[in-house]
């Protein structure tokens, strides 16, 4: 936490899955259980799209970010739960879209989105409804698989 992550000429909004999945890679380091957790609520969270009318590049960052308050919420109180990655996440992913050159607009609805994927519903965005089925159904596999 506190460096900035760039990238070079900015984000291809066309294909902004491979410079957030770095992004992610970077921030979590060797912590592989956080990164599949992402790209498995990513996974999901596009397929359960397809029948709805989300914005692409807020999905997929949203999708991939939504943990990231994990990471500090653990080094500040030694635990993390709900509360407290809605807490910290925000921060932590503006900070990585922004030093991506992900829209500010967007990274305001991301954002949100992260900042309440635990607790009911505070914004009428579609992303954060696919978000929470999203981690809901990969949080049951992972529970099932042990």
């Given at each position: 936490p506190g460096s900035t992550i760039r990238v070079t000429g900015g984000i291809d909004m066309k294909h902004p899955i491979g410079a957030i999945t770095s992004a992610l890679c970077a921030?979590?380091?060797?912590?592989?259980?956080?990164?599949?957790?992402?790209?498995?609520?990513?996974?999901?969270?596009?397929?359960?799209n397809e029948d709805r009318d989300c914005d692409?590049?807020?999905?997929?960052?949203?999708?991939?970010?939504?943990?990231?308050?994990?990471?500090?919420a653990e080094a500040k109180h030694g635990y993390n739960d709900g509360r407290l990655q809605e807490e910290y996440g925000p921060a932590e992913a503006r900070r990585i879209l922004e030093g991506l050159g992900f829209p500010s607009e967007k990274t305001r609805i991301v954002t949100d989105i992260i900042g309440n994927h635990h607790s009911p519903s505070r914004f009428a965005h579609p992303e954060l409804a696919v978000l929470k089925e999203a981690d809901r159904l990969v949080n049951r596999q992972e529970e099932a698989a042990g």
């Open positions: 921030f979590f380091g060797d912590d592989h259980r956080r990164i599949q957790h992402a790209v498995l609520v990513l996974h999901q969270a596009l397929l359960l692409h590049e807020i999905l997929v960052a949203a999708a991939l970010l939504h943990d990231v308050g994990i990471k500090p």
